[in-house]
């Protein structure tokens, strides 16, 4: 008996479909994307987001076909800075709550460079909020998945690896590793099981600037069937979130890489 092949669950991120709430989900549905990654720096407010709020998007949801796959909740600075650490640490929490009422069980964040040295100052306050954010995840039922980009996928594994088992998991983002001049399949394989969201978001680099280029799915650096077959060995099976910010016709270029992604 031959295996079946299981198709890549695909989502898109909401804050890059420049349309009203109900035409942006209609979009989405018509590209052939089963969910959405929601902005919780979008219109609508974690704090905000109770109630009649919470029965109207679901209700809305559920009319499109759709479900939320992460939120994504970015913050100006990481968690190794004491400056409104409070402050930042109560946010994210109430990213988690909307994260269970959106029907979902992640938060997507950068958690601010990794330092060298877990025992510095900055890194002993890093570990702490977010063992913190990790105790609280259990509460909530949302955890936050720390997004790759700021250093190598080994020293965000090395993160993850001091803190309590469970409290945070990874979200790839093959574009962000390659505009800062590290290796997306490195990332995979060092962070292995602990990946439970992909961003779909491809980059080139320019080695006579030195910097890197955000680019249309498929066109970039990133060796997608490689990077796929990479994860499904180690168990990855959540979704594919398309991201792209720099695109001259959004809707166009999201539907294609919809479509790409289909086509793996």
């Known amino acids: 008996m031959s295996d079946l092949l299981v198709p890549l669950r695909i989502a898109v991120q909401l804050k890059h479909v420049p349309l009203p709430?109900?035409?942006?989900?209609?979009?989405?549905?018509?590209?052939?994307?089963?969910a959405v990654e929601w902005d919780a720096r979008g219109p609508i407010r974690p704090r905000d987001f109770t109630g009649t709020a919470v029965r109207e998007v679901r209700k809305l949801l559920e009319d499109y076909?759709?479900?939320?796959?992460?939120?994504?909740?970015h913050t100006r600075r990481g968690y190794g800075a004491t400056d409104d650490l409070e402050r930042r640490i109560e946010a994210t929490k109430d990213a988690m709550k909307m994260a269970r009422?959106?029907?979902c069980d992640l938060v997507v964040n950068q958690v601010g460079?990794?330092?060298?040295?877990?025992?510095?100052?900055?890194?002993?306050?890093?570990?702490?909020?977010l063992r913190d954010l990790g105790l609280y995840s259990q509460h909530a039922g949302a955890w936050l998945a720390a997004e790759t980009g700021s250093e190598e996928g080994k020293d965000?594994?090395?993160?993850?690896?001091?803190?309590?088992?469970?409290?945070?998991?990874?979200?790839?983002d093959p574009g962000n590793l390659l505009l800062n001049g590290f290796s997306a399949q490195e990332a995979a394989e060092a962070l292995g099981d602990l990946v439970r969201h992909v961003h779909a978001h491809d980059a080139v680099r320019d080695l006579g600037r030195k910097r890197g280029l955000e680019v249309q799915l498929g066109r970039g650096s990133v060796d997608w069937p490689t990077l796929l077959g990479t994860l499904e060995t180690?168990?990855?099976r959540g979704y594919y979130?398309?991201?792209?910010?720099?695109a001259?016709?959004?809707?166009?270029?999201i539907g294609q890489a919809v479509q790409y992604l289909a086509q793996l």
């Open 156 to 172: 965000l594994r090395r993160l993850i690896d001091a803190l309590p088992p469970g409290a945070m998991f990874a979200t790839l």
């Open 113 to 129: 460079q990794v330092p060298d040295d877990l025992d510095s100052s900055e890194g002993r306050t890093m570990v702490e909020a």
């Open 65 to 73: 076909e759709l479900r939320v796959c992460a939120v994504e909740f």
């Open 248 to 253: 001259d016709d959004p809707l166009l270029e």
């Open 21 to 34: 709430l109900p035409k942006a989900l209609a979009k989405v549905r018509a590209m052939g994307a089963q």
């Open 101 to 103: 009422q959106l029907g």
């Open 234 to 236: 180690r168990g990855f």
């Open 241 to 246: 979130s398309v991201e792209r910010e720099a």
